[in-house]
Nanobody, 125 residues
């Protein structure tokens, strides 16, 4: 049975850092990603990483501040978030898929098959 379990969220002040983790069980995934959703807003893409970490994508709003990485030995993907802003406040969700093989890294939520339960990040000014 596939499970994605996020951790590492919390409440911090603007300018702080947090590192989110997503531990996958059941299989290793070619593509893993982070999405976020704030109250009253649609889910949005944050970052994605391919199977060996050689390819990554970032949303423009987080590029230069967030870094996605993965440790396949631990079957875990991370999101290092630096210089956090109040507008980063949201529930952060891990997603994974093997549907597209090695050559494609999705950035659209509908292209991911498995989702975690989410972890809340709150950034105060």
């Amino acid at each position: 049975q596939v499970q994605l379990v996020e951790s590492g969220g919390g409440s911090v002040q603007a300018g702080s850092s947090l590192r989110l983790s997503c531990a996958a069980s059941g299989r290793t995934f070619y593509a893993m990603a982070w999405f976020r959703q704030a109250p009253g807003k649609e889910r949005e893409f944050v970052a994605a990483i391919n199977w060996n970490g050689g390819s990554t994508h970032y949303a423009a709003s987080v590029k230069g501040r967030f870094t996605v990485s993965r440790d396949n030995a631990k079957n875990t993907v991370y999101l290092q978030m630096n210089s956090l802003k109040p507008e980063d406040t949201a529930g952060y969700y891990c997603a994974a898929t093997n549907a597209y093989g090695l050559g494609y890294l999705p950035v659209v939520g509908s292209e991911y098959d498995y989702w975690g339960q989410g972890t809340q990040v709150t950034v105060s000014s």
